[in-house]
């Protein structure tokens, strides 16, 4: 809650200046509704509804669970977890290269979790035959038992489940894995038998219960699509209100053909991700029921196959889960051909301008090893870019301190007559060259570039966890050594509601360089203006302290090359007239 007010204390002192920008770069569209007659050439009778299931009682651990239970193990560098031999789940997935928090002794980010426990979250991979296809023939179910070919799945050791019915129809599951977060998965049938058969798969993401999300308005948490070169993004209120399975008359993007995308759920900096293969058309489903529990589902089905006697149906998909890195999501867009991935990502409005810091930063990164560098080589960068209008800036600035005294006698020789001063006023800008309202440019520019950074480090992995130096262990966070603990020297949990009181030395400094830099501005003429103006850089102190560090660093960094600048061009101003 203390960022949310932080963010909208900083929106307040700036809201017309967004509000304009709203207006001119409107939220991105969501995917068009597709026609009824369009699904129904897709669908085959039937859809991600007819596989809910009545969630079991909860009644075991994760750890539990996996002991009790057949698996094949999965490993690389990223992941670790199984997949369970009952059903062909996958039901279990731990992030390797992430904690829960800083502390030494913290869990890794537990992503999947199997049916039982307190959120089960996993994925089903499956076939389904027509309604009314009178032939008969098993298929795998939830409770059937596969056969490994192997027990650990690693990037050099692919695993393949095997299920063979009473026709003598055998179904496999195929299993590959990089050493990051993609699997290949090929669904197989070799129909030994005498007969036809007609089927089509299904690949399934599902989540019990509603999970815990941040619920911030700049953060996208739920369903995320890339369908039809389309983003969508619905909350999973959207699915309870619009997919539910008791609805008769369900929003039109619950049901969707494609060709190619992906689809899935996304949390702050995790995702799970259907993949499947680009050239087929699918009919992806999005629902929500409740049969004691809240269950989200996020799948897709191809299209009916009518597999030979004595011949085998090959069906490849990809399916993504873990961390939602710019440099592995870029990897996959360019070399798996995975249309638009890195908008995974939750860039927002501004993501003409997200994007491009995001990249910038990582790009420094690559060269500095440390994100609070890369930061502060981004805020020169920056510097450069807008350095022509910071020097016209500047300059009028310097120009209308100079002209202080003479403005100052002006306003004591029409104490009483405020036009005639103004017109005075006027000419005087005029003829020595100096624009009141230039001061302003930068700061204007500034703020979309500001809160594009906020966004940045808010929402994108590479920022969580990263340590600068000294106090700063990370920048996504607000500085944790407060004034209210003597900036670590004692160490007690600082109640919420005084939680505004306690400044970090970060803060304090980026509140030292915004007072400094005030003193080399003009002052208002305006007596009311001038003391208001004196209270900012308070002000903004106060506000920016719950920001994560990485913002104020680079908003501290930016005052201290503004005034640099700044000092430099007065000089030179002032110098000619000496």
Sequence with gaps: MGEQKNLFLAIGLSVAIIVVFQLLFPQQSVMPPTSTNDIEEIQPATSIDDNQVVSRTIIKSKEEIIVLSD?????????????NLTGGIMDDLVLLKYKESLNDDSKNINLFSPEETTNPYYIEFGWKKLSNNSSVFDLPTRDTQWSATASNLTPNSPVTLVWTNKQNVTF??????DDNYLF????????NSSSNIEVFPYRLIKRINLPDTINFFILHEGLISLLNDELLEKDYDDLQ???????????????QKSKGGWLGFTDKYW???????????????????NNGKDDFRVGYVGKVFDIKPHSTLLYIGKVFAGAKSLK??????????ITRFTDAIDWGWFSFLTKPISYSINWFYGYAGNFGLAIIAFTILMRLILFPLAHIS?????????????????????????????????????????????????LIVQIPIFFSLYKVLFCTIEMYHAPFYGWIHDLSAPDPLGALTLFGIISWDVPAFLSIANIGILPIFMGFTMWLQQKLNPAPTDPTQAKIFKFLPFVF??????????????????????????????????????
């Excluded at 592995?328 to 051909?337: M, Q, R, S, T, V």
Aim: proline share 4%; hydrophobic share 35%.
């Design 394 to 442: 500047f300059k009028s600035m310097a120009k209308m301190k100079k002209l202080q005294p003479e403005m100052q006698r002006l306003k004591e020789t029409y104490p009483d007559d405020r036009k005639k001063m103004q017109q005075e006023l006027m000419a005087l800008y005029k003829r020595e060259g100096a624009n009141p309202v230039a001061g302003c440019l930068p």
């Design 71 to 83: 698996r094949v193990n999965i490993k690389n560098s990223s992941l670790s977890g199984s997949i």
């Design 541 to 578: 102190t106060f506000i920016l302290a719950g920001f994560a560090a990485g913002l104020v660093l680079y908003w501290s960094v930016n005052n201290i090359l503004s005034i640099s600048q700044q000092w430099i061009i007065q000089r030179k101003i002032l110098a000619k007239n000496e």
């Design 271 to 289: 995702m799970s991700a259907l993949i499947p293969d680009p050239d087929e058309t699918i009919n992806a489903n999005y629902r929500h029921s």
């Design 172 to 177: 496999k599951i195929h299993f590959e894995i």
């Design 184 to 191: 290949n998965v090929s669904q197989i049938i070799e129909n």
């Design 241 to 255: 209100d619009d997919c539910s399975t008791t609805t008769n008359e369900k929003k039109l993007f619950c049901d």
């Design 328 to 337: 592995i999501l870029d990897n996959y867009k360019n070399n798996n051909n």
